[in-house]
T-cell receptor
Framework: RKEVEQDPGPFNVPEGATVAFNCTYS??????FFWYRQDCRKEPKLLMS?????NEDGRFTAQLNRASQYISLLIRDSKLSDSATYLC?????????WGAGTKLIIKP | DAGVIQSPRHEVTEMGQEVTLRCKPI?????LFWYRQTMMRGLELLIY????????DSGMPEDRFSAKMPNASFSTLKIQPSEPRDSAVYFC?????????????FGQGTRLTVV
């Protein structure tokens, strides 16, 4: 079993819709969690950290469920510019463990 | 700040040749990471330095790969001899502190093609 697992997608979503995807992790002692965004042929960039109580940044909401060992990312009112690959990252004993990413395509 | 700087951006080389990838981390960052990304395997950590010292190189595929960090502002990843299966995008990233909530900043990557 992979340490961090994501549905690779692609998720094809109409503009304006809400989309959510999850990421599961295997180590219950993992300390912190992040969502990164990677555009085609570009480097990954931090989208948001994921806090225990859940956090929101504009149209983006991240949540952590420690009991079930997953984190989620919700995007509301999706824009064409949200099309990208979203990478889930888990900090495991001070090392970043990366998911393979979920590809999101927003269609006009 | 210029961010993490990698060179070259693109490299095409023949099988068997030596390849050297270079990275300049963000000034003041004390952790540096080399990653490899392919469609098949996603983003893989190759090696991680903290204060110029290699901490974890378990991701280095084999002896053909080596990495050095002679000082806080420069690191190299060398492949000798290169093989077609080494074709990938190689990213360097740096972070401050390496603690649990540390953000990693990536360079633009080196796209390596071995023919």
């Amino acid at each position: 079993r992979k340490e961090v697992e994501q549905d690779p997608g692609p998720f094809n979503v109409p503009e304006g819709a809400t989309v959510a995807f999850n990421c599961t992790y295997s180590n219950s002692a993992s300390q912190s969690f992040f969502w990164y965004r990677q555009d085609c042929r570009k480097e990954p960039k931090l989208l948001m950290s994921v806090y225990s109580s859940g956090n929101e940044d504009g149209r983006f909401t991240a949540q952590l469920n420690r009991a079930s060992q997953y984190i989620s990312l919700l995007i509301r009112d999706s824009k064409l510019s949200d099309s990208a690959t979203y990478l889930c990252v888990v900090n495991d004993n001070y090392q970043l463990i990366w998911g393979a990413g979920t590809k999101l395509i927003i269609k006009p | 700040d210029a961010g993490v700087i990698q060179s070259p951006r693109h490299e095409v080389t023949e099988m068997g040749q030596e390849v050297t990838l270079r990275c300049k981390p963000i000034s003041g960052h004390n952790s540096l990471f080399w990653y490899r990304q392919t469609m098949m395997r996603g983003l893989e950590l190759l090696i991680y330095f903290n204060n110029n010292v290699p901490i974890d190189d378990s991701g280095m595929p084999e002896d053909r790969f080596s990495a050095k960090m002679p000082n806080a502002s420069f690191s190299t990843l060398k492949i000798q001899p290169s093989e077609p299966r080494d074709s990938a995008v190689y990213f360097c990233a740096s972070s401050l502190g390496g603690g649990p909530n540390t953000e990693a900043f990536f360079g633009q990557g080196t796209r390596l093609t071995v023919v």
